[in-house]
Structure formats: structure tokens, C-alpha cells
């Protein structure tokens, strides 16, 4: 599975802060920005860094070698640091109870490894995944065991939390 990040619909962001929102009402949408208040997630640019939004799933074609399409995360944030650095956030949105830690880690962990077949990701300056869930924005428990084999397995840093700082 190949991804073209430029085949992609994208739009820049150069604001303190924005919500990403997913509409579970509409199922063929892609993630879009809203105001912070009707956001899932809340993206904070204290650095205001130039921040490219571009929805992935529902927005791109990524087809199994079955012939079906891949289960990606929602969003990827790129920030480009004035020293001409990338950051890449991955950003899974959900809004459901049970087992969103689980299935929101796969997809995440899915998207990455097509994007690091189709991409070298190396030269990244910043390399993070960000798993989001409306339902419970103030999580606290740690789950330092998973995390750490996230980033075994990905080579990318995984925070589950309802804010997402660029900085």
C-alpha cells in the first residue's frame, strides 16, 4: 500500500488554536476543522507554526491487498518549524467507550507504517500520534507499557489526551 500525501485535500492553519472534529452522523466525511468548543480533539499552536491539516481516512484511497479499503486514523498534522523541519502528528479522533484505546493504537499504528512505505520518515523532526476521545478528555491513567511498545513498534510517540500542542 503506497500513499501520495499530495494527491491529498489539504488546507493551512496558522491560528492559537483549532478543534478537528469527525462526524460519526455523516460516515463518508472526512475530519474537517471547527471552532474549539465542537472539536474532539483541540490543536494548540502556541508557536505558531504554519500547521497543515489533511484528512486521511475517508479522504484517500489506501486499499488492502484484498482489495478493501485500510481502516487509517483520521488526521495528520504537519508542522513546519522555521529551521525548515517537519513535525508529523498522527491524529485518531473517537467518541466511544468501549475499547477506543485498543482500536484507536491499531489505526494509528496501521497509518503509519503505509505512510513509512511510501515515505521516508526519518528525516522528521518531531514524531508524534495522538489518540482522542471526546468521551473521555481528561484521561488520566497511564498506560506506559503500551506506549512504549508504540513507539518500539512505529518509531513515533503515542499521547492520549483531548489537547494536541504544537510547539
Not at 475517508?58 to 488492502?64: A, D, F, H, V
Not at 484505546?101 to 497509518?111: A, H, N, P
Amino acid at each position: 500500500m503506497k500513499i501520495d500525501l499530495f494527491s491529498m485535500t489539504c488546507f493551512e492553519q496558522r491560528t492559537d488554536s483549532f478543534g478537528i472534529y469527525d462526524d460519526s452522523v455523516r460516515p463518508t466525511e472526512p475530519a474537517k476543522v471547527v471552532a474549539i468548543e465542537d472539536g474532539i480533539a483541540k490543536v494548540e499552536n502556541t508557536s505558531k507554526f504554519w500547521v497543515f491539516f489533511i484528512p486521511l481516512d475517508k479522504n484517500i484511497e489506501c486499499l488492502r491487498d484484498d482489495g478493501n479499503q485500510e481502516s487509517l486514523c483520521d488526521v495528520l498534522l504537519i508542522c513546519l518549524r522555521p529551521e525548515s523541519k517537519y513535525d508529523f502528528y498522527f491524529v485518531e479522533l473517537k467518541e466511544v467507550r468501549a475499547d477506543w484505546i485498543t482500536d484507536g493504537t491499531e489505526q494509528l499504528k496501521t497509518t503509519i507504517n503505509t505512510f513509512k512505505n511510501s515515505y521516508n520518515l526519518s528525516c522528521l523532526s518531531k514524531k508524534m500520534a495522538f489518540l482522542t476521545n471526546r468521551k473521555h478528555p481528561y484521561y488520566h491513567s497511564t498506560h506506559k507499557e503500551l506506549m512504549e511498545k508504540f513507539r518500539n513498534e512505529t518509531g513515533f510517540r503515542l499521547s492520549i489526551c483531548a489537547t494536541i500542542p504544537v510547539k
